[in-house]
């Protein structure tokens, strides 16, 4: 009896002494830097991307007519819409991909976002994340001589920041290749989309857009919005009133053809659900 209980106590401390030097702490896994919950503020995109693996989906409506046409017709509501629909996937936490496809010229755009850099500070945070996207034009109207003007190109420099950890800031330097297809030689527009948004809790804010053209060719006006975002939780629900009537991102880029101060406004709203 003596011996059985000396072997008992030699397995249990060999036992303890390699379960010990095997043992490791696990190392604290830092959650990413967000400053803005969703990827878009409405036309124009955040630096924020998704994690590994999840699926991006959304639905963006604006109706062509204007406000400003009254309860005739129902304040733009019984006019026609210019729609888009889009698709994404993570494949890292820093890399996102977009397809999307609009009514407007049949046009369908691959973009990708990549997050290039996080600088944490309590009191001015900075995240930059690099935008390249494709846009084609399947319904050109009339169809451009050359078919390689059928192709449009765009890249976003996204600048974000946060103050008092409510006030979102965004600036986007932006390029637009081949901005007019309809031109008979390459013009390229340099636009600087910059916005606001205020969140009042984690499911209500209110944000401002507007992306003025710097150089080259846009529609009549500069593009304005002004909008209102509701975070569920699962979904995000973003209604707007602004003077462009596009949803692909090279439409956006090429300004409205209504001024935003004659009150020739127009709704939208956006769908965007994470899986």
Known sequence: MKNLLIIIVIIMSTNLVFS???????????????????????????????????????LTHKFVTPVSEGVNELFGFDGSVVMRIALGYAF????????????YQGNYDLSFKYKTLEIKSDDFPIIVTLNAGISYNSKSSPEPEQTSKLYQYYGNLIINSMIYD???????????????????????????GAYLQYSFS?????????????????????????????????????????????????????????????????????????L
């Open 20 to 58: 010990q030097s095997g043992w490791k702490r696990k190392e604290a896994v830092e959650p990413p830097m967000q400053l803005f919950q969703s990827t878009d503020v409405f036309d124009l995109p955040t630096a924020e991307t998704l994690q590994k693996g999840d699926i991006y989906f959304s």
């Open 92 to 103: 890292t936490d820093d890399l996102l991909m977009k397809l999307g496809r609009s009514n």
């Open 166 to 192: 409510k006030i979102g800031i965004g600036l986007l330097p932006s390029i637009l290749v081949n901005s007019n297809p309809y031109y008979p030689e390459n013009i390229n527009s340099i636009v600087l």
């Open 202 to 274: 984690n499911s209500l804010s209110v944000f401002a857009e507007a992306y003025p053209t710097l150089n080259g060719w846009r529609h009549n006006y500069d593009g304005y919005n002004l909008g209102v975002d509701l975070n569920t939780g699962g979904h995000f629900f973003k209604f707007v009133i602004g003077n462009n009537i596009y949803t692909n991102p090279n439409g956006v880029m090429t300004g409205a053809a209504d001024k935003f101060e004659s009150g020739d406004l127009h709704i939208g709203f956006m769908i965007i659900r994470n």
